[in-house]
């Protein structure tokens, strides 16, 4: 690889890291360092406002936590007590998305970086071999404190879009040819559990105009299932990753269509 393409690589990884955010809970009644439940958010900006993006499946694995103990409260990433429940927008089961509203000084108080969409909404149609960067933070990968901190270790990727259908991207992970961030431990061996990845954030990355760009297409929402792979299929993980073409700049969901437009990048193979 040569220094040019290193450079590029490590902007991509810093962008989708800081882009990417833990949305967790915890019961509030419970001593430090205790157990963090949840998934992963990111944020984009509209000319109405700012949404948060999560997956469906997360918000309803904390429902059900709130069902089970009425103590459990929510977090994104370091904020106070988040109110989740009332700050959903909308949800759409069959894509596996949810969108919540968020204050511009909750998104400054977590360092969120918002993806800025106004202006290019819907994303491009993403094509075979297009390049992403995908993050989340395992929940195997954080570590509670007694202080009340926390660290968050992340899960990233990039890696070229395999396939392409109405609701979802498929990728491959394969640690034998992927870069590792440099802010990430290491890469984690196939089969890793990478649940609390899912909700987010997927980018595409390509040059237009001499300039590296960006775009969210989707987010995480399945990593590999635990079950047993013969041939070359053993040597990759199969991620699945939800496309969110069909948010609406007021963080409604358009129901039963496909987004089309925004800009294209300038795809390089190599």
């Known amino acids: 690889m040569t220094p040019e393409l290193q450079a590029v690589h490590k902007e991509i990884a810093a962008l989708t890291l800081q882009v990417a955010r833990p949305l967790i809970w915890h019961d509030r009644t419970e001593g430090w360092p205790k157990r963090l439940d949840g998934g992963t958010c990111f944020f984009l900006r509209f000319e109405r406002g700012i949404i948060g993006i999560t997956a469906n499946h997360v918000i309803s694995a904390f429902e059900s936590a ?69 993050c989340g933070f395992p929940e195997s990968m954080r570590r509670p404190r007694a202080d009340r901190s926390a660290e968050f270790q992340a899960w990233g990727a990039l890696a070229a879009v395999e396939c392409v259908s109405r609701d979802e991207i498929l990728i491959t992970y394969d640690p034998a040819v992927v870069q590792p961030a440099a802010w990430a431990p290491g890469l984690p061996p196939l089969g890793f559990n990478l649940s609390g990845c899912s909700g987010g954030p997927v980018l595409v990355h390509g040059t237009r105009n001499g300039l590296h760009r960006w775009f969210a297409v989707g987010l995480i929402a399945e990593g590999p299932r635990e079950q047993a792979k013969q041939g070359t299929a053993s040597e990759f993980d199969m991620i699945r990753l939800r496309r969110i073409d069909i948010i609406q700049p007021d963080g409604t969901i358009k129901e039963g269509t496909q987004g089309t437009g925004g800009w294209l990048p300038e795809m390089r193979a190599g």
Do not use: K, M, Y
Not at 110 to 120: F, K, M, T, V
């Open 66 to 134: 709130v069902v089970a103990n009425p103590n459990t409260v929510c977090q994104l990433r370091n904020s106070p007590a988040f109110d989740l429940a009332g700050a959903i927008i909308a949800r759409n089961a069959v894509r596996d998305i949810a969108t919540f509203a968020v204050s511009e000084p909750v998104l400054s108080h977590i360092e969120a970086i918002p993806l800025d969409c106004r202006g290019s909404w819907p994303p491009p149609e993403p094509q075979n071999l297009w390049l992403l960067s995908v």
